[in-house]
């Protein structure tokens, strides 16, 4: 998948298929000329979703049941798509929930939940879908949606930044073990984007918040060439950068 029209014909599964950001992403994929099967917990409105699809990429798309906390149902998931596919060149996971940190703070049974659908349940998907890459012999590519959140712990979401730093780390491991197999592996970490999941959490004015669209066609750019960390928007490499860098006994008592 060296260039944009080599997304053509190239099968890929795209897990949390009715997240806004991986339905923006799916559009984006159709477009293009991907073959694509959609795995989510509501299978009524994956099926919409991929009628959808086939109305505008004029190519059949398959959906089946993803259920994230049932970690044993995965591999059965990936071997569907891989069967509605007719193999599988890629594998988007793009599910995950940002929490409330006071009710974790809290209730840590509900701060593990927020733990496990953001960096457990990925990573068991990752783990499976990596490996059937790997058994198929013929490269491909594994994109995640980490987060801006997961690059330093703050006091407003740590519960929802550690999960995406753990995913973080997973990722770059994954990714040097899978680079002898010619297996690509893309983190994506986004900063706000205006979805249900950040609706009325987002930054004065929404500016610093992103569109679904924008955020789906940098991922697309970034899947063509290959990059292994996309920041989306691009400014927030910058944004971030400046945060990690402020030492701790300065941002312990900074009110972010």
């Not at 569907?80 to 209730?107: M, N, P, T």
Request: proline share 5%; aromatic share 6%.
């Amino acid at each position: 998948m060296s260039t944009l029209q080599g997304l053509r014909g190239r099968r890929i599964c795209l897990v949390g298929s009715t997240s806004g950001i991986a339905r923006a992403l799916a559009r984006q994929l159709a477009s293009r000329g991907a073959i694509l099967h959609l795995g989510a917990r509501d299978l009524e409105e994956a099926g919409r979703d991929a009628r959808d699809l086939e109305l505008r990429g004029g190519l059949p798309v398959g959906f089946s049941r993803f259920e994230a906390l049932d970690l044993a149902s995965h591999p059965v998931f990936l071997e569907e798509a891989r069967r509605q596919l007719g193999g599988l060149d890629c594998v988007v996971v793009a599910f995950g929930i940002l929490g409330d940190q006071e009710r974790a703070r809290r209730d840590f049974a509900y701060a593990r939940h927020v733990m496990e659908m953001n960096y457990l349940a990925p990573a068991s998907i990752l783990s499976h879908a990596g490996a059937m890459l790997e058994d198929q012999g013929t490269g491909g590519m594994l994109v995640a949606l980490g987060s801006v959140a997961g690059d330093r712990g703050r006091p407003s979401n740590y519960t929802y930044g550690s999960a995406k730093a753990g995913l973080h780390a997973y990722l770059q491991g994954l990714r040097g073990r899978l680079a002898p197999a010619g297996i690509r592996v893309l983190t994506v970490k986004p900063g706000p984007v205006d979805t249900p999941m950040t609706f009325g959490m987002g930054f004065p004015g929404g500016r610093l918040t992103a569109r679904p669209e924008a955020v789906a066609r940098d991922i697309v750019r970034a899947m063509d060439r290959g990059n292994e960390v996309l920041y989306t928007p691009c400014h927030w490499s910058l944004i971030m950068g400046v945060l990690k860098a402020i030492p701790e006994s300065i941002f312990k008592r900074m009110k972010i």
